[in-house]
């Protein structure tokens, strides 16, 4: 045997004990080396080693170029010795060992192992290199308790073992195959949050996707899957109870069998018919869409049972796949009556109000409600899609010397819907406004969604307004918060803003005499200051990946002409960059002020997907640098634009990314490098908007009489001249929370929280007045105070109720977000399905082991190139995100340019696969 040297025996030795290990999961070697700690300077000699290992057969490639073990005989039920026969140990190339064969009752069990691996690698030299590297990988010594312990748990192996807590309540998620994954609703901390819990078939029970189950947990085992490799899934589960339905309107096809009734229904949740009996009763036809309320819902052993609600037509007919979505999904086609006739008594209220007002002048005409501040003399615009029909936001911008004021003006909505209402009922149970291809359900009754909140030209709206103070760097200086009334000078589209500001050769004269002197300098000052504001966005680590929205067209009858991209332009750009500013601006004066409200927080990504982030880059070329915080992802951004691999790069950091969601928790935004961010500035369509437009009126009317009070005619600190509009005063709130404790986590009566908060502000607002040791401010103790107000409010009870309404305006954004791109893809899948053939231009948005996923770049649906369609055998490399072929070296990855072909349209799975036509794949090394 040829000689080795000490540091090739305690490598490869190493690699043996990893292999042998009986936890050891088959990677491939690239992770394996990761694992072992291998060195950079090591690798050339690992990968020696690793091909030396499977051509002596002590080691073999599995699927996918896996590293795994010889096959190793069934591990006994009794301790037996290292070796299992002299013919193993004669024919080394075929031997392999686990740790488990050892006899652990033995003398001196180390010299069983070295024997173990003397008969492994063959050479008794590699004894005294292994000695160490056993030692610390071997399993620790097991008593005799610990084995009884263990016995008894393998007898008890088909028992499920509870958490320490007892049951989890999450949401269950099924897959078509049966089994499924249970996401626990857990309170707090995101770090607090565990894992996703695999159910089994088996014990699955009858739970469909959306329904609120508790779960108890079970021993981990694997999950064997054909095609697939073994892989640990995680915690595993079993269902005890299920709680609440998510679900129980299904929409499907009808056909008949034997004189009984069945429907298909859609998608692939459960892929078996269900059963409905006679429905003479009802007038369907074989391949009518109907609507069925499952009665006995499906289990793997036993079918299901259901009856028919509704009957919708056939699929073709016009608007039916609306319909259907909007039954699936149970969204509202409709407004209660009591809910129009308070929107109606809100209107008339509004328009009395109005009436008895002073007409002898404008202003005084205007401000018929006491305590708004009359801006309709302000230049105040809207921009706005070019189809909207309800405008709930506004601009105006004044330069104040150097500086700028930017005033933000969003549609008062908590005006007209009051708390505890049946109108505040309904938008509560709504959550959001759902914009469907070829409608939009509204979160609000028109009645105050498109006449009395919508900023329409000409028309004084009431508002609530918040005016930001900016340097000419762009610094923000002060906030203040004010209930208004403001008249819309102008309203634009995008398309108007970006054919004005292209427009530079245009004579000045002619441009200004067509809008206005006033609305055009307004212009042009927005356009100057979003810029600034932008460039410091990013400059503190703002992630912004630039994808073009992708729009459907439509013709009368709601089918489908085609599709087109909506690009980012400047105009959007700018009233986006308005949009962040004053939600983030509320959000920290609220923050500031000590209220618990309704946050969007973006938690940072997870460390295992920020490693594949890094795994795929290096698969690009791209190596080096540390991708744990949004500097080194924003680099990674720019370095990338306008290469081949930039789309392929930012749909990698998109899949790295976490979802935003609604919740009280104070966490920062990740994308937006935001500590305190909130919507505030679309409450006609999103119910977390409208709480905080009360929790905002709270705060204003409560600091603008503490104000009033203070400085004796209510001027004091505002930016206008009420009492009303205030700018942030910490002070003011302390004092005012007795009042507030319905928003503030103190009580209604004097705590010491309050004197906290109240020492802290007047430290805040007059630092001389309150010294700490040495002269300085008592860092430490403020710190401290307001670390301990942070854990009373976590632990009040209002802090859950928030808790409670932030997972309930997340999981109804989701569920609208589904809900369009659902009807989208059905109506894009209809439109297809006569196209059989027609080639298009996408890119390639995701990789898995059976094919490649395809977005056209005309329309937006994804399709999947099934690999059985390539040409030969492929390996996907799940840490690179790639699919490559053996013999013709194509590798495919997200990012990729291709054209495909529609080869196959299924409208009841819902399920398009592409042909692949062309792939331009980049093989020259990249910088």
Known sequence: MQSRTPEELALETKILARLADPDYRPVKPRTLAKKLLVTPEQMKLFRRLVKRLVIDGRATWGDQHYLQPTALPAVPSEPVGNISSETDVANPKRQSFSWKELDWEADDPNALAFEAIEAVIGDE????????????SRPKRETSETLWKHESARKRANDPIESEEGPITGIFQRHEAGFGFVRPMCMGDSSERVEDIHVPAKYAMDAATGDRVQVRLRKSHKIHRRGFRDRDRGPTGEIVEILERGQQNFVGTFFSREGNGWVQLDGTAFPNPIFIGDCSNHAVQPHDKVVVEIVRYPTRNNAGEATITEVLGSARDAGVDTQMVMREFNLPDHFDDIVLAEARMEAREFEAESSE?????RSERLSFEAGRRDLTAETVITIDPV??????????????GCGWRLGVHIADVSRFVRAGTALDREAYQRGTSVYLPDRVIPMLPEIISNGLASLQPGKPRYTKSVFIDFSPEGTRLNVALANTIICNKHRFSYEEVDEFLEQETEPTVTRRSALGADVYHLLLRMRELSRILRERRQQRGAIELDFSDVRVDLDRDGRVTGGHTIPRTESRRMVEDFMLAANEAVAETLSEAGLA????IHPAPSTHK???LGEFLIGLGYQGESLENRWSLQRLLDHSRGKPEESAIQYAVLRSLQKAVYSPKEEAHFALAAKHYTHFTSPIR??????IHRIVDEYIRSTGDMEAKAAGNGTAGTVGNTASETAVSPMAIADSSMTMGRWTNVPDERSDTDETVYTAAREKSHPREKLGKHGKQGKKSKESAKKQQRSNLKESKQFRNLWLLGEHCTQREQLAEEAERTLVKLKLL???RDRVGSIFEGVITGTARYGFFVQPLEIPIEGLVPVESLPGPHDYDESAHTLSSRRRHHVYRPGDPVHVAVKRVNLLKRQLDFELVQHRSRTEKLE
Do not use: V
């Open 357 to 361: 007002a002073p007409t002898t002048g």
């Open 686 to 691: 999103r119910y977390p908007d409208l709480t």
């Open 597 to 600: 409200f309704l946050r969007r």
């Open 125 to 136: 030299a590699a004894i005294p290199f292994c000695k160490a590297e056993l030692r610390r």
């Open 830 to 832: 209809g439109w297809l």
């Open 387 to 400: 189809d909207a029909r309800d405008f709930d936001d506004a601009i105006s911008l004044q330069r104040l």
């Open 610 to 612: 920020t490693e594949q």
